[in-house]
């Protein structure tokens, strides 16, 4: 079996034994009920999130399947289809690309707030970006 650990010498402190060194604390151990309400809270927005996208689109289906998914026939029969998929799609693209490049400008200038602007880090979304500490 395991036997324990051999006593090691040094020239300062003498013999010293493997476990009589104290276990490390993870670094936020003080912070476990931070955690939880945390989870909570993100828990709570999930389902939130789950039932403003997933509510609308299974009423969606729901619709388009009544009537034996004549409404779904018909509506894949449309002949202008692919031009409305084609203009979906470049908004959405184009949407993404103009969201990234706002984000990025304005995570940029909230980086160079100087210091004695602090207080705007009260703004929503300007929390996290603002400095800390000088």
Same mark, same amino acid.
């Given at each position: 079996? +395991?036997?324990?650990?051999?006593?090691?010498?040094?020239?300062?402190?003498?013999?010293?034994?493997?476990?009589?060194?104290?276990?490390?604390?993870?670094?936020?151990?003080?912070?476990?009920?931070?955690?939880?309400? %945390?989870?909570?809270?993100?828990?709570?927005?999930? %389902?939130?999130?789950?039932?403003?996208?997933?509510?609308?689109?299974?009423?969606?289906?729901?619709?388009?399947?009544?009537?034996?998914?004549? +409404?779904?026939?018909?509506?894949?029969?449309?002949?202008?289809?692919?031009?409305?998929?084609?203009?979906?799609?470049?908004?959405?693209?184009?949407?993404?690309?103009?969201?990234?490049?706002?984000?990025?400008?304005?995570? @940029?200038?909230?980086?160079?707030?100087?210091?004695?602007?602090? @207080?705007? %880090?009260?703004?929503?979304?300007? %929390?996290?970006?603002?400095?800390?500490?000088?």
């Amino acid at each position: 079996m +395991n036997s324990p650990p051999a006593p090691t010498m040094t020239a300062d402190t003498g013999p010293r034994r493997a476990e009589c060194v104290p276990p490390r604390r993870p670094p936020h151990a003080h912070r476990r009920g931070f955690r939880s309400a %945390a989870t909570v809270l993100t828990a709570i927005l999930a %389902a939130a999130l789950a039932y403003l996208v997933l509510f609308p689109i299974a009423r969606l289906v729901l619709l388009a399947l009544a009537d034996g998914g004549a +409404n779904l026939a018909r509506a894949l029969g449309t002949p202008a289809l692919g031009r409305t998929l084609l203009t979906t799609v470049v908004l959405a693209l184009v949407s993404v690309m103009m969201a990234a490049v706002l984000g990025t400008v304005l995570a @940029w200038l909230a980086m160079r707030l100087p210091v004695r602007h602090r @207080w705007a %880090a009260v703004l929503p979304g300007m %929390a996290g970006a603002t400095p800390s500490s000088c």
